[in-house]
Nanobody, 121 residues
Framework: QVQLVESGGGLVQPGGSLKLSCVFSGVAGNIDSVGWYRQTLGNQREMVAEDGRTAAKYGIFVRGRFTISRDYSKNTVYLEMNQLEPEDTAAYFC????????????????WGQGTQVTVSS
């Protein structure tokens, strides 16, 4: 059974920092990428950061404030967020993409349940 469990969300003042963690288990195959997405009510989920076969990618709104990292020995991916702004308020979701078999034409995606980040004074 695949599980992705996020933690580290909460309430923080503007300019503050948070570090999100995602521990994943049961993911078979060849992991293609791990990442973080976010979503606010009524809006589509958007990519925050993704770390895959090439250099890490970030959403344009990140502007150097966030850093994604991973520790595969612990099956954990992190998102360190600094200089948080009220516009960063959202539910943050962990994402893992994996090729289940060597002949899979596209990766299978898994999602966590999300962790809420609220930036407010």
């Amino acid at each position: 059974q695949v599980q992705l469990v996020e933690s580290g969300g909460g309430l923080v003042q503007p300019g503050g920092s948070l570090k999100l963690s995602c521990v994943f288990s049961g993911v078979a195959g060849n992991i293609d990428s791990v990442g973080w997405y976010r979503q606010t009510l009524g809006n589509q989920r958007e990519m925050v950061a993704e770390d895959g076969r090439t250099a890490a990618k970030y959403g344009i709104f990140v502007r150097g404030r966030f850093t994604i990292s991973r520790d595969y020995s612990k099956n954990t991916v992190y998102l360190e967020m600094n200089q948080l702004e009220p516009e960063d308020t959202a539910a943050y979701f962990c994402n893992v993409k994996t090729y289940i078999t060597p002949w899979s034409s596209s990766p299978t995606e898994y999602w966590g349940q999300g962790t809420q980040v609220t930036v407010s004074s």
